[in-house]
């Protein structure tokens, strides 16, 4: 018996290039997917969202209105447009300093996105590679590798971040790496409860026994069970990350106040909640729907790669 026909009838999703049968099946479950996320507004919401967020980042020279570092003290505390004494060509108002909210809020999208997806790059490839060795070989290794896992993990995740951020200073590499190394022990433990479970299983157990190579058993039976787990875990990540970062910037350890951010625009609007709540409002609402968009499409993926949690839903 060949290794091909080891593998289980549900088992991952064929890879482009296969033969004509495989691009039949990927073809209909890309359309079965289709239709599971049209029928799911939530994940459509979320989807719009996010790639509104997206296309502010990539766009935000040509969809800004005004320089976002420059300051104009004559039309400094300018409320929104649609507000009595408010002026169009500042839609969102002004903060304190006269610089327009609109194109400071577009121009801190790039700051989160950056943050979150590089966060997460670096979290879940440390979280691959640690939890397969960990799962797969087991024993000592195992076991050392999951006690410095569970340490991490037994910190308050917030105070071991600032504290970490306040000796290394205020940078967007450093609040990348940062989050990278302090979240991937979420994904070596995620990455190693799959494996365990893997590798005990029926068409595992019979590749070993036909003599495969356990890289070639990682590679071809491990590694394409675990991208669909991974997936959602690092979306619900990518959102957590950019409430943090905010809350760093916040607290004046994430990037320098010359970047424009969202945290350090809910900073910088604190002291004029009463007065002048747009300065801090706006990059508040911002935040939010971010993260939601991030949690509606995480949601989303958790049902679709998970039928179990469909069934259980119906």
Not at 165 to 171: I, L, M, N, P, T
């Amino acid at each position: 018996m060949s290794e091909q026909a080891l593998r289980p009838p549900g088992g991952p999703i064929p890879q482009l290039g296969a033969a004509t049968s495989d691009e039949g099946s990927l073809s209909q479950r890309l359309r079965y997917v289709g239709r599971l996320f049209w029928r799911d507004k939530g994940a459509v919401l979320g989807l719009a969202l996010f790639l509104l967020v997206v296309f502010a980042a990539l766009f935000a020279e040509q969809i800004s209105l005004h320089d976002p570092l420059q300051q104009n003290l004559e039309v400094s505390k300018q409320p929104p447009g649609w507000m009595t004494a408010g002026r169009w060509e500042y839609p969102l108002g002004t903060d304190n300093l006269g610089r327009d909210l609109y194109s400071r809020i577009i121009y801190g999208s790039r700051v989160s996105l950056t943050v979150g997806f590089f966060g997460v790059i670096i979290a879940a490839g440390l979280g691959l590679v640690i939890g397969m060795f960990a799962g797969y070989l087991g024993g000592r290794v195992d076991g050392a590798i999951m006690t410095v896992v569970n340490v991490v993990l037994a910190l308050p995740y917030l105070l071991f971040v600032v504290f970490i951020a306040g000796v290394f200073g205020r940078s967007l590499l450093n609040v990348i790496l940062i989050f990278g190394i302090t979240d991937a022990p979420i994904f070596v433990r995620v990455t190693r409860g799959e494996v365990l479970k893997i590798r005990s299983s029926g068409y595992v157990e019979s590749a070993v026994s036909i003599g495969a190579r356990p890289m070639r058993i990682i590679f071809d039976h491990i590694l394409p069970n675990l991208i669909g787990p991974l997936l959602t875990v690092a979306t619900f990540e990518m959102s957590a990350m950019i409430f943090y970062e905010a809350g760093l910037s916040f607290l004046g350890l994430s990037v320098p106040p010359s970047v424009p951010s969202w945290g350090n625009m809910l900073e910088a609007g604190r002291s004029y909640l009463q007065t002048l709540p747009w300065i801090a409002t706006f990059p508040g609402v911002a935040i939010v729907l971010t993260s939601l968009s991030m949690n509606l499409l995480g949601d989303w993926l958790r049902d679709v790669l998970d039928p179990r949690l469909r069934r259980a839903r119906k």
